[in-house]
């Protein structure tokens, strides 16, 4: 069964520096996302993509944080300076299958990528 | 602006008990999505079922089933005769749309003992 994969599985990184994490949707999804997860809080949404460009973003994702989708697979987020309070499990998730019929909307989320910044 | 709460932070239960984690939510929008989400010890986000707001009538799946009432704005998740491996993080999640953000409950911990 096709499932999103991420890299790294842990980040380890001085405050200050740039990160960026990278994840590879299910093929023929059209929806990215990029969530996380503050240990022991629950799931904060960060930013989707669709279509090239970011479609939607909460009030977390500021300047200092990006996306791209440079190629046909992969989708990664930068963070610019790393900041303590970025220490958190960061969850990929894809969604909208084009090709399923009917339409499915569910959102399958990826392993994360568990970043820590000292 | 959208919010859900998951009122209960912690349960414990022996196994082959039954167990009703709640769900209650809040969104303006008439059209929305629920879901659910469980998060086992090591820590990935397994989804579990997704309800339209059009659709309410319950499901149900294996063990699982899912309760869904307009009325009192509620999406509660019963699994019968638990287990061990039902032990984990559950998340309800709610959307205004196909492919929009989803807006994440606290979480309940359920934690199922031999």
């Known amino acids: 069964e096709p499932e999103v994969t991420q890299t790294p599985s842990h980040q380890v990184t001085q405050m200050g520096q740039e990160v960026i994490l990278r994840c590879v949707p299910i093929?023929?999804?059209?929806?990215f996302y990029w969530y996380r997860q503050i240990l022991g809080q629950k799931v904060e949404f960060l930013v989707s993509?669709?279509?090239?460009?970011?479609?939607?973003k909460s009030e977390i994702f500021d300047d200092q944080f990006s996306v791209e989708r440079p190629d046909g697979s992969n989708f990664t987020l930068k963070i610019r300076s790393t900041k303590l309070e970025d220490s958190a499990m960061y969850f990929c998730?894809?969604?909208?299958?084009?090709?399923?019929?009917?339409?499915?909307?569910?959102?399958?989320f990826g392993p994360g990528t568990r970043l820590t910044v000292t | 602006a959208q919010k859900v709460t998951q009122a209960q932070t912690e349960i414990s239960v022996v196994e082959k008990e039954d167990v009703t984690l709640d769900c209650v939510y809040e969104?303006?929008?008439?059209?929305?999505?629920l879901f659910w989400y469980k998060q086992p010890p090591s820590g990935e986000l397994v989804f579990l079922i997704r309800?339209?707001?059009?659709?309410?009538q319950n499901e149900i799946s294996g063990r699982y089933s899912w309760n869904f009432q307009k009325s009192t704005s509620s999406f509660n998740f019963t699994i019968t005769a638990s287990q061990v491996v039902d032990s984990a993080v559950y998340f309800c999640?709610?959307?205004?749309?196909?492919?929009?953000?989803?807006?994440f409950g606290g979480g309940t911990r359920l934690m199922v003992k031999p």
């Open positions: 998730a894809s969604s909208w299958d084009r090709d399923a019929i009917p339409p499915n909307y569910e959102q399958y």
């Open positions: 093929s023929n999804h059209l929806y």
């Open positions: 993509f669709y279509n090239n460009e970011i479609s939607e």
């Open positions: 969104t303006r929008d008439t059209t929305y999505y």
């Open positions: 309800r339209n707001s059009f659709d309410e």
């Open positions: 999640a709610l959307s205004s749309d196909a492919g929009n953000m989803l807006t």
